[in-house]
């Protein structure tokens, strides 16, 4: 396997400071997708981050509670243990990776340090409760956050990243330590971290889309459990009414409704659950196959992001007035963090500071939980009965 590298940028003492010449590619999507997009640039490929959602058969659903975890988990890829779909992505591009992790936080910081020495940028998973400028309010742990972490300077105390958004940022190295330590559920950080190394000549693509289509349309249909899948579609709508009894109060309902929008709409899935990634990757797979029912059902696809919108909506709606505005904070934080980066900081820490009070109020108005559950029931089913036909079209075009 064969690295493109480039010159590292230290400056003495080498043991304090170590800074790649590393490119910061704004307008990344997802975490987990963008810091492979990048990584890959820096290694001397150029693949779309949509394409790398497709091609790691990259699109699911799943709805996830546990006891540890204070609210229900509501997520749109086809993942697993990390790295998840980066691992097969870079496996079926005909590249190699290894997970590095440690329950040490000094021996952690020493595997971040050697894959800088190799100039390589880490890809890191993170929890996003310890980030700043990621930080939903309250108890919003999720610790597979993934980040591209590029830059230390031990004596300053400063870890430069790159995360989905407009330009690159500096946090405090103690900081990203303890998001990289967290145990936090859903997905604890764990201190993990990626290698990967790829190939002079990757895979060509049209030797990998017809089976990454069909094994994902197959997850979709056929998924391992129940909460999974287009299944797990059903299973969510079946569960939602019940947030009165599974949960402990209203307040923690709040924090599930803000997080479900949040995880749909604007928490690094690039809309609609993913399913805008997945229709602009069938576009671009039609191309490449040459081949117009690919296309056919992206025009599906782009009906189905319709309906996740107005889902994420309804479950933040707007006649809640306190519950609404928290969504168009969230919104507003990263539309500026998208377009404008760390310049944008200090307004979307401005917004924050309201949170806190319309927790509050929005924590009664979300009492009238029937309300939400009118609107919400029948998308739901409509789009467990979407979701099937689209997963049903591609397993037959794929098999065919």
């Not at 760390?342 to 979300?366: C, G």
């Not at 009965?385 to 049903?392: D, F, G, M, N």
Request: net charge negative; proline share 5%.
């Amino acid at each position: 396997m064969v690295s493109h590298s480039k010159k590292i940028k230290r400056n003495v003492p080498m043991n304090e400071r170590i800074v790649l010449d590393f490119e910061h590619l704004p307008g990344g999507k997802n975490c987990m997708t963008s810091s492979l997009w990048k990584l890959l640039h820096h290694l001397g490929h150029d693949i779309s981050e949509e394409m790398l959602v497709g091609i790691s058969s990259g699109l699911g659903f799943i709805y996830w509670k546990m006891k540890q975890m204070p609210t229900p988990f509501v997520g749109g890829m086809n993942g697993g243990r990390f790295p998840t779909i980066l691992g097969l992505a870079v496996d079926r591009l005909g590249g190699e990776w290894r997970v590095l992790k440690s329950s040490s936080i000094k021996r952690a910081h020493q595997h971040l340090r050697d894959t800088l020495e190799k100039d390589q940028p880490v890809l890191v998973c993170a929890d996003l409760g310890f980030l700043d400028y990621l930080s939903l309010g309250g108890d919003d742990h999720f610790g597979m956050h993934t980040i591209l972490v590029y830059g230390i300077d031990e004596s300053r105390d400063e870890a430069l990243i790159s995360d989905r958004f407009a330009t690159p940022i500096t946090i405090p190295l103690s900081r990203l330590q303890k998001a990289r330590a967290s145990e936090y559920h859903p997905f604890p950080a764990k201190n993990q971290l990626l290698q990967v190394s790829m190939p002079e000549e990757m895979i060509p693509l049209e030797k990998i889309i017809t089976s990454a289509i069909r094994e994902n349309a197959d997850f979709m249909l056929n998924p391992p459990i129940s909460n999974m899948g287009a299944r797990g579609i059903k299973k969510w709508r079946e569960e939602l009414p019940k947030y009165p009894r599974i949960l402990p109060d209203y307040r923690t309902i709040t924090q599930a409704l803000i997080e479900h929008f949040v995880y749909i709409e604007v928490g690094g899935s690039g809309g609609s659950l993913f399913r805008r990634m997945y229709a602009h990757f069938l576009k671009e797979a039609s191309q490449i196959m040459k081949d117009p029912e690919l296309q056919n059902v992206s025009i599906l696809y782009d009906d189905i992001c319709e309906d996740w919108s107005k889902l994420a909506i309804q479950l933040t709606p707007p006649e809640m007035e306190s519950l609404a505005r928290l969504r168009e904070i969230y919104v507003q934080n990263n539309q500026d963090m998208e377009q404008r980066g760390i310049d944008s900081l200090d307004e979307v820490k401005s917004r924050l500071v309201d949170v806190p009070t319309l927790m509050e109020r929005a924590t009664a108005e979300v009492e009238r939980f029937d309300e939400i559950l009118q609107g919400v029931d029948g998308l739901l089913g409509g789009l467990y009965r979407k979701e099937t036909e689209a997963s049903e079209r591609l397993f037959e075009w794929a098999s065919s």
